[in-house]
T-cell receptor, first 119, second 115 residues
Framework: GAGVSQSPSNKVTEKGKDVELRCDPI?????LYWYRQSLGQGLEFLIYFQGNSAPDKSGLPSDRFSAERTGGSVSTLTIQRTQQEDSAVYLC?????????????????FGAGTRLSVL | KNEVEQSPQNLTAQEGEFITINCSYS?????LHWLQQHPGGGIVSLFMLSSGKKKHGRLIATINIQEKHSSLHITASHPRDSAVYIC?????????????????FGQGTILTVHP
């Protein structure tokens, strides 16, 4: 696709339910990032994928959060047993490459985000 | 203290005014980014710079590596410039045995330009 695609755009769920958020990166982009933007807060890093390598999961706030990236392309962020404090906009971004091998920093292209509301 | 600090948090201007948003950071970086976020959430990269100055239309971004400071200027501001402007820096994270560029974000500056 032309840009990073996220679905759904909005998700309302009840506390305790599981949710899955999807990100389809720009074709050819090997690096994929998930971020969270809570109301009144700045963007917070969650997880990074580079191709099929082991991800950097250091930003995931609890073990209720997990993510996977199948075939080095589409990624799914799963939140189990959602809590009200999980309510936020979840943003996905992709870039050509994230690694330092070429000493190159690539621009990240962001999706429109999924607005999650936990009631 | 946040690694990336922006000021001001909120900025209101009249159409045509010159606007400056400041960003200071406290870590070693490989690049600094200015991002724009319109209501509805979409984030667009305005600039990525590691030294000096860049200009695009009415937007100018500067960075002083020694002082760890960057500024975003908007000349002849217009109501369509109303948005949240976010400063972010690239530091190096570690995943899968290699380092990678990791963004750390400022809190954002909410800009409102009145006609």
């Amino acid at each position: 696709g032309a840009g990073v695609s996220q679905s759904p755009s909005n998700k309302v769920t009840e506390k305790g339910k599981d949710v899955e958020l999807r990100c389809d990166p720009i074709s050819g982009h090997t690096a994929l990032y998930w971020y969270r933007q809570s109301l009144g807060q700045g963007l917070e890093f969650l997880i990074y994928f580079q191709g099929n390598s082991a991800p950097d999961k250091s930003g995931l706030p609890s073990d209720r959060f997990s993510a996977e990236r199948t075939g080095g392309s589409v990624s799914t962020l799963t939140i189990q047993r959602t809590q009200q404090e999980d309510s936020a906009v979840y943003l996905c971004a992709s870039s050509l490459s994230g690694t330092s091998g070429s000493l190159r920093v690539d621009i990240q292209y962001f999706g429109a985000g999924t607005r999650l509301s936990v009631l | 203290k946040n690694e990336v600090e922006q000021s001001p948090q909120n900025l209101t201007a009249q159409e045509g005014e010159f606007i400056t948003i400041n960003c200071s950071y406290s870590v070693g970086i490989s690049a600094l980014h200015w991002l724009q976020q319109h209501p509805g959430g979409g984030i667009v990269s305005l600039f990525m710079l590691s030294s000096g100055k860049k200009k695009h239309g009415r937007l100018i971004a500067t960075i002083n590596i020694q002082e760890k400071h960057s500024s975003l200027h908007i000349t002849a501001s217009h109501p369509r410039d109303s948005a949240v402007y976010i400063c972010a820096v690239t530091t190096w994270g570690w995943a899968g045995g290699t380092s990678y560029g990791k963004l750390t974000f400022g809190q954002g500056t909410i800009l409102t330009v009145h006609p």
